[in-house]
Structure formats: C-alpha cells, structure tokens
C-alpha cells in the first residue's frame, strides 16, 4: 500500500501536489469547523459581537496579518533573491581566468564587483579563441568607473550576447565611443571621462583626455550590467597606456582577431559554445595550472546550497513570529470573551445549549484568525514587491518577489494550526460561572 500511495504522488503534477498539500493542510481547520458549528447557527450573534467590538476585532486582525505577512514576504524574498542572482549569470556560461578563487571571479566577472587578479596573456587567450568548440570568446577588462557605474572592456559580440540588439542607438565602432546599460542614466551622445578605479578610492584625473561618447544603450538584462557603461577593450587598454591589442598595421581596429604579440592581457574571458556538451569540453580543456575554467552556475548553486543556512533561519523566524503572535492571540481571545461574558451568560441563562456558547466563541475566534490570515497574504504579496525593488535598487539584480505554493501552505498551516488552539478560549468561555457573570 505505501508503494501505491508514493507512485500515485509521483505521478501527479507539481500543481496538483501543490493543490493537494493545501487541501490536506487546511483540513484540520474545516472539520474542526463542521464538527464545532454542526446543527448550530451561530453566525448572526458572531457578526454582532465583530460589529460590536469592532475596533478591538481589527486590532487583533491587524496582528494576525502583519504576522503573516511577515512571515511569507520572508520566504518569498530569499526566494526571489535566489532567482534573480541566477537569472543575472544565466548569460555566462563558462568563465577563464587565471587560476585563485571561483567566488571572486564569479562576483567581478558576472556580478562586476572588481578585483585585483592576475591577467590571462595573449597566448591564452588565443588558445582560447582558437578551440573549435568555441563561438564566442569575450575578453571582460575593468577596474575603470563613471559616476558610479563600472566601465568595462569589452567586445560588440559580448554586448550581442548578453542582451540581444540594442534598446537604441548604435553599436560602438571606435575607441572614444561606448554602449551604456539600461540602467545608466547617461543620455545617448553625452560624453564622458572614466575614472581610474571604482568607488572613493577613484583617481578621476588619472584618464584625463580620454573622453568618450555614449552611442548605444542596451536592453535591459534584469543583471548589475544594466548600470554598467561598456566600451572596446581595446579603449581600456590604451588608456593606461598599453598596446591595443592589435599590430600597428591595424591600430584602428575594434574587437577580434587579436594579436598576440600586442594583447596586453585580461581578467577574465566569457566562453560560449553553440552545443551544451562542448562547454564541458571546454571547462576540461582549460582547467590547467595556468588558468581557471568554471561555470558561474554551478558556482552560484554552491553558494545557494552555503545559504541554506540562511534560508532555514528565515523560516525559522517566520515560524516563530507566528508562534509568538498565536500565543499573543490566544491570550487575547481569552482576555476579550470577558468583555461579552454577560452575553454568554444570559444566553446560557436563557436556555442556550453549552455547545451553542461555544460554536459562537469559536467562530469569533475563527473569524479574526481566517480574517487577519487573509489581509496578511495581501500583506505580505505587498511588502515582499516593496523589498525586492529596494534589494534591486540596491544590488543591480532585478530581484522579483511573488507569493507562490510556499507561501500558501504556510498560511494554510498556520491557520488550522491557530484554529485548533483557539478551542482552548472557547473551553474556557463555556466553563466560567453563569450567575458571577450575569451579576457582573
């Protein structure tokens, strides 16, 4: 039998196992709730006491949502951020550079978080270029910076690759002409002098004289190169005052084929292969004691694996916090059915069966809990959209953060959960003496 049930699950599609998670988690909820209000109708005397107390009702409600809310704008913010970082390498299928730390390379290759490393010469990278496997070799120089935003070296088939055709303009054809990101907020044909260097250690005088024209802008690519002005490497170099990485016969030339003789050197080199499998190739043939050939994926899903870590502690503080707050609403529930014990009491005085009182307790209970449960899903859908443009405001990575089946059975658990627990006040309701609370 257990053999069945598991192929039967196996069988169904993630939704309809997403489906069938929430019914089973909400369960508990719905049959406490038919076995409770069963031959009774309560619901006009628990929509007086709502109205009746209307403002404590919505402060008890306003407790349950920001808890909720709380709770699942966590889980789908460290989900939306996992997304996003990968949605930002997807484009960088193997990277090479000289041998040390895949984390760096990864951060200033994809990420453009600089670093000083050492630089791959021209013989690499004509080995490199030269492998058959190979579409698309793209030399990435920085270290340079405008304003804030990085400028980096590059080719036009680089620009080609990561975000398609451009959004307007034109691509660069010359040293002293650059493509900006979507981000960038430098007008086409403004011009502007690099920086040596990036944040407040940047010598703005060091490239005096090297102006250069903003002539294309990117589409967007949801990536941190969406604020990032590119430009021919070959402009990189000969601003610090290194060969061009061309003969003099062809100085005037921008992008490949380069030469070796004249080819400075470079960070890193972003390698594309047409078919899947030649990138395995590619990494094996490149992995040497000379240079460092690896996949940003499976280095960014190494780092995701490292923040599980982080991701159980978030769940760990969103169970928590509702934890806190049932205990918090519990005690509440308990404290407000005072406030109607005489009503209780002259129902119960005037005849009303004990399971009737306690349908009715029940039921208030259950709808502030259902009630706050509902505005925090609309609660937290708003605040994880608020966070996620500030983490993308901040980060340069288009972060997007949506409710998902996650969040639902979070929800849903919570809710039958505190459902259960909330027949504890309605006990004690039904046990408090009838002629104390009608005297009172």
């Excluded at 503080?317 to 509702?322: K, P, R």
């Excluded at 509902?374 to 949506?402: H, K, M």
Aim: glycine share 10%; aromatic share 8%.
């Amino acid at each position: 039998m257990p053999e069945i049930l598991l192929d039967g699950w196996q069988g169904l599609s993630p939704t309809a196992q997403d489906i069938l998670i929430l019914l089973l988690l909400l369960a508990p909820a719905v049959l406490t709730g038919l076995v409770v209000t069963f031959g009774y109708r309560p619901f006009l005397l628990v929509r007086s006491l709502l109205w009746r107390y209307r403002w404590t009702n919505l402060v008890f409600v306003a407790l349950i949502a920001v808890s909720v809310g709380l709770g699942v704008g966590l889980t789908a913010q460290e989900r939306g951020l996992r997304q996003g970082t990968a949605r930002a390498a997807e484009k960088f299928d193997l990277i090479v550079s000289a041998p040390g730390s895949e984390i760096t390379m990864l951060f200033a290759s994809v990420y453009l978080q600089p670093s000083d490393v050492p630089l791959l010469d021209g013989e690499t990278y004509e080995k490199i270029v030269s492998n058959e496997n190979v579409s698309l070799a793209a030399p990435i120089a920085y270290g340079d910076s405008f304003e804030g935003y990085p400028v980096v070296g590059t080719t036009p088939g680089f620009i080609a690759h990561l975000s398609g055709d451009l959004a307007e303009g034109e691509m660069f054809s010359r040293t002293g002409q650059a493509v900006a990101g979507s981000a960038v907020e430098v007008p086409l044909g403004a011009s502007f002098t690099p920086a040596h260097g990036v944040g407040d250690g940047a010598e703005h005088e060091a490239h005096a004289g090297a102006e250069t024209v903003i002539v294309g802008r990117m589409a967007a690519t949801g990536s941190p190169w969406d604020k990032a002005i590119l430009v021919p490497v070959e402009a990189v170099w000969e601003v610090h005052g290194l060969a061009n990485g061309h003969a003099p016969e062809r100085a005037g030339q921008i992008g490949p084929p380069f030469d070796t003789d004249y080819f400075p050197g470079t960070p890193a080199v972003m390698v594309h292969a047409d078919a899947l499998w030649a990138n395995y190739a590619l990494k094996s043939d490149f992995t040497t004691d000379k240079t460092m050939a690896f996949f940003p994926g499976a280095v960014l899903s190494r780092l995701h694996a490292l923040m599980g870590d982080v991701r159980q502690i978030m769940s760990l503080m969103a169970v928590v916090t509702q934890v806190l707050v049932t205990a918090g609403v519990l005690t509440g529930l308990v404290v407000l059915t005072r406030l109607f014990s005489r009503r209780l009491a002259l129902l119960r005085a005037l005849g009303a069966p004990r399971r009737f009182v306690f349908a009715v307790v029940w039921c208030y209970a259950a709808t502030l809990i259902a009630g706050g449960a509902v505005l925090g899903l609309g609660a937290g859908f708003a605040a994880a959209g608020l966070i996620s443009r500030e983490i993308s405001r901040r980060t340069d990575i288009l972060v997007r953060a949506g409710l998902a089946w996650p969040e639902f059975h979070l929800i849903a658990g919570f809710v039958s959960l505190t459902l259960l627990l909330a027949l504890t006040p309605a006990f004690l309701a039904l046990n408090r003496p009838v002629i104390a609370d009608l005297r009172n």
